[in-house]
């Protein structure tokens, strides 16, 4: 697929059909996000990479659905949320590969007098995003988990994951199902985003 058709092509998907990603295409979009570039070129990541689906749906069961009471969405932002809310449990579960992209950090990242830990986590989302781009060039769909409150620990208890490395988000990949709810697009582009020179 071409470059800036993927790009355009990328949509977060939270419904997918029951078929593996052939173990090639895996290999494929593992090394893209490898390529990202990393703070400190060290490119300090370890990529937990799960195909087993009963480890899949364990990993499921540490994330809740969340509760969402809107009913009539008026915003993209809300029909996000209507849609995504109550599947981050099964948009896993539904998942034919999970990724959990950690990285190595020495920092605390919830001290603000220290940057430094930001920069590994900046560099663990470009690889994200790479493997994002490199999933929806395979024809794949994806999305992404943050996990917060308890699911961190729990996540790194169960993986087994030593001390020092942090998860910046859950990858979720798989085909899509056919008619899969995404919301409308919040529309930026260069020409109502960029500011030529000066703001
Ligand atoms: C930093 C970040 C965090 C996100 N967290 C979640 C999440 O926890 N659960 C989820 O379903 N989607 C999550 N998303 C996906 C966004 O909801 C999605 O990108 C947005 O609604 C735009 O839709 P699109 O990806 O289809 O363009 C996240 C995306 C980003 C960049």
């Not at 993927?6 to 494929?28: G, M, T």
């Not at 990993?59 to 915003?75: E, G, M, N």
């Not at 470009?126 to 490199?134: F, Q, V």
């Not at 998860?167 to 930026?188: H, S």
């Amino acid at each position: 697929m071409e470059f800036y058709d993927v790009i355009e092509k990328r949509r977060s998907i939270r419904q997918f059909q029951n078929k593996p990603v052939p173990h090639d295409a895996l290999i494929r979009i593992l090394n893209a996000g490898l390529k990202a570039p990393s703070s400190n070129h060290q490119r300090q990541w370890e990529l937990v990479t799960i195909t087993d689906k009963a480890t899949i749906c364990d990993l499921a069961k540490i994330v809740k659905p969340y509760y969402c009471s809107i009913k009539d969405p008026k915003t993209p932002q809300q029909e996000m949320f209507k849609i995504a809310y109550p599947k981050q449990r099964s948009m896993i579960e539904e998942s034919a590969c999970v990724i959990l992209p950690y990285f190595k950090c020495k920092y605390d990242l919830k001290n603000p007098s220290n940057d430094y830990g930001l920069m590994d986590f900046g560099a663990a989302w470009a690889l994200t995003e790479n493997i994002l781009l490199a999933a929806t060039a395979e024809g794949l769909g994806s999305v992404v988990h943050i996990p917060v409150k308890k699911e961190p620990a729990q996540i790194k208890e169960y993986m087994q994951v030593p001390d020092g490395y942090l998860l910046p988000a859950m990858i979720m990949l798989g085909y899509a199902a056919e008619n899969t709810e995404t919301p409308r697009q919040v529309q930026a582009s260069a020409e109502n985003k960029a500011h030529w020179n000066k703001w």
